[in-house]
């Protein structure tokens, strides 16, 4: 269950809504409707808040004016349960859905939880501080300004250049280590340095690690490069294997990511 925050007056009553469960039952109304629905998805796509995109299979709009004349739900404007977006307005405002969209996927993954940190006085006292720090409200606030058009673009901006710096730092790191590793005695080099035959199994065994290691580093610096590449090719941040958007949270730990979650598995 959730409720958003009614932040605009409302000069007008439309006596017309009153009572009234107004589905958008017209033809066009629904289409567009649900290409809002899409719309608000694939910019919570962009996010990688919670394992699993949010699934819109059952979600329906529904404009609800009578709900938000009932007292407790006069401040809000939106209200999302796990299948249901009840909306105030007839207006579609994209950034209001994605809002309660985001409720909807929060809803998908931690019900309990959710609902819990809803059903407090603070949601509907006077008072908004409470309902404002609520964790869910911060995440669905961000949700709508981390997707926004142009400030995500400059924020995309950003963003790449830290990336393409910090994939330039791991690279020299992982080539250097790499030289380092080069340079490492040949087996039973060991013995010109005054050891016996018998240390040969050591050697054997760290020959082995090094090995391994140098196979992981050069996996690590392969991957590197093609991050690289993909800055270079404008594709940073999309999977190579569907296209899709691999979340920021992905790229935060793994900037070197060249596949989305689902395609990494
Ligand atoms: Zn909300
Ligand atoms: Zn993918």
Known sequence: MHVHQYWRSDPHSDPAHHLR????????????????????KARLDRLDFYPEPVDLSGVRIVVAPWLFRVPGFRRFRGYATRHLILLKHRSLNEDLVVHELCHVWQLQF???????????????????TGYRANRYEVEAHRAVELTRGPQSQRAMATQNTE????????????????????????????????????????EAISRR????????????????????????????????????????????????????????R
Request: aromatic share 6%; proline share 4%; hydrophobic share 40%.
């Open 110 to 128: 931690n019900p309990l939880r959710v609902w819990l940190s809803y059903a407090r006085p603070s949601t509907f006292a006077r008072d908004r």
């Open 21 to 40: 469960l107004l589905s958008f039952a017209p033809r066009d109304a629904g289409a567009s409707a649900r290409k809002l629905l899409e719309r608000a």
């Open 163 to 202: 990336a393409e710096q910090l994939l330039r730092e791991r690279l020299a790191e992982v080539q250097c280590r790499l030289a380092e590793l080069a340079k490492a005695p040949e087996p039973g080099a060991g013995i010109a340095f005054g050891k016996r035959i018998g240390d040969g199994t050591s």
């Open 209 to 264: 690690y090094d090995i391994g290691v140098g196979n992981s580093l050069r996996v690590t610096e392969e991957k590197l490069q093609r991050a690289l590449a993909k800055l270079d090719e404008g594709s940073y941040g999309r999977c190579d294997n569907c296209g899709g958007a691999i979340g920021a949270g992905r790229l935060a730990v793994a900037p070197e990511s060249a596949l989305c979650t689902d395609c990494a």
